[in-house]
């Protein structure tokens, strides 16, 4: 079949869907894309409040991610891509210290590591990063499990190697932050990379909010031609006369092939066509809940760091405080302030559902141990949920993302899946994930 006369159809308007979709189109194939949601983006969207612009989830992007790059080049976007200050800072006993925020190095220059575990860092760990630098990929973990390193927790490995202020100081904090994750539930393979990518990080920001990257494929997508059905929820997708049926409330349409780009439970859920084989391996993929509260503020915060993680214990129900006007021009009205409050994996467990108040009730007095002055400049506050925002990757996940990509990809002839899960639970994941999909329909459809 001519890819041109391909009617092809992407459920899910996140990194990984909007991927698949711009791979797509730029084959020439006829593209629909629908999300439940009422804009694009999924955790990577961006909220505009009365002059306010929130990030409630992704915040920052790394400069090693040429995936979303590309994305961004492709559809004329590039521009929005801009370096963050990337001043951060660490809470520990009673007090903020910047850091560099994911770099092993910065660490070193830092206050907030006591200078017995520096020592380790530099006689120990920056060599074994460099010792196992080519295994260390973001894109391509599985070569970390193959390395031997993916059989224990990052938190085992830690304590063994260089004791347990790293896992209180470094992998806590960066775990819990971006990924939603403890040290002893994290492989230690996975922390490794993201640390070796440390060495070189430059952080970067999206002009406009993080859902730039989302909102600029829609639209180029859109300007080409394609569909974009927001408000769409699909229930199901399935084999019918040679290609694949989406259904939905009061709806169903056929397709020749279709890209299923959302969290495993989700594709799990509305995915007709997997194997029993591949039902067993998603229901495998660990997801947990994420929760953010905005705090939208009558001043500026009147700090120098943008964002604010703590080590281990000291954090209460807060997992890190972002400080948005200290991120990128723009995102916050002239002479107010932004903060986003991330909860911590257990407080985000009891906020699904929960009303605005009932998050500040929880998260502020913790906030407040912190920026004292801080509750008194709240103007509005708004919360943000997602039952399925994080997907960990622990010891073993590693080498089984071979076999995952495996059943995500040959379940149907006519319908693959795509998503964070498959890759690295990063923004750059899910994208990469959208273009294999992509390619691995249309070699099919062909």
């Known amino acids: ?41 999924g955790r990577t969207r961006s909220d505009l409040v009365d002059g306010w612009r929130i990030d409630p989830a992704v915040q920052l992007y790394g400069s090693a991610y040429a995936t979303v790059r590309g994305l961004l080049r492709a559809a004329g976007a590039e521009p929005l891509l801009v370096r963050s ?41 920056l060599p074994f990063l460099q010792r196992h630098g080519s295994g260390l990929d973001l894109g391509s973990l599985e070569q970390a499990a193959a390395a031997g390193l993916d059989g224990e927790s990052i938190a085992a490995w830690g304590r063994r190697e260089l004791g347990q202020d790293f896992v209180d100081l470094l992998a806590a904090p960066l775990l819990s932050t971006l990924y939603g994750m403890r040290p002893d539930e994290a492989s230690s393979g996975f922390y490794h990379a993201l640390a070796k990518q440390g060495l070189n990080l430059e952080v970067l920001a999206l002009r406009g909010g ?34 694949v049926r989406l259904s939905g409330d009061g709806w169903s349409e056929d397709f020749d092939g279709a890209v299923v780009a959302t ?17 067993k391996a998603l229901a495998a993929v660990r997801m947990r809940p994420a929760a953010s509260l905005a705090l939208l503020l009558d001043r500026p915060v009147g700090v120098g760091w943008f964002g604010l993680s703590f080590a281990a214990g000291e954090g209460g129900s807060v997992a890190a ?41 929880l998260l502020m007095p913790d906030v407040a141990r912190v ?30 993302l071979p076999m995952l990509r495996r059943h995500a990809w040959e379940s149907s002839p006519r319908a693959v899946l795509a998503g964070d899960w498959l890759y690295a639970p990063t923004v750059e994941g899910a994208a990469t994930a959208g273009l294999a999909a992509a390619d691995r329909l249309l070699a099919r459809l062909r």
């Open 263 to 279: 969290p495993a439970a989700a594709a799990a859920r509305f995915a007709k066509f997997l194997t029993p084989d591949a039902e």
């Open 210 to 243: 993080a859902d730039g990257l989302c909102r600029s494929a829609a639209d180029a997508l859109t300007a080409g031609g394609a569909s974009l059905r927001l408000s769409t929820p699909v229930a199901s997708v399935e084999a019918a006369d040679g290609g």
């Open 85 to 125: 200050p990337g001043r951060d800072a660490l809470w520990r006993k009673g007090r903020a210290h910047e850091v560099v925020y994911g770099s092993p190095t910065s660490m070193l220059a830092s206050g907030a590591l006591p200078l017995a575990l520096k020592l380790k860092m530099g006689a120990k760990y």
């Open 1 to 41: 079949m001519e890819t041109r006369s391909l009617r092809t159809a992407v459920v899910g308007a996140g990194p990984a869907g909007l991927a698949a979709a711009l791979r797509l189109h730029a084959a020439g194939a006829s593209v629909t894309v629908h999300d439940a949601a009422g804009a694009v983006g």
């Open 371 to 400: 920026l004292p002055s801080l509750p008194r400049t709240v103007l509005a506050t708004r919360l943000y949920t997602w039952e399925e925002g994080w997907t960990l990757f622990g010891p073993g996940d590693l080498g089984r």
């Open 321 to 361: 405080v972002c400080v948005e006007e200290n991120k990128v021009a723009g995102l916050v009205p002239p002479g107010k302030g932004l903060a986003v409050v991330f909860a911590g994996p257990h407080a985000a467990q009891r906020l699904q559902g929960a009303s605005a108040d009932d998050a500040a009730a």
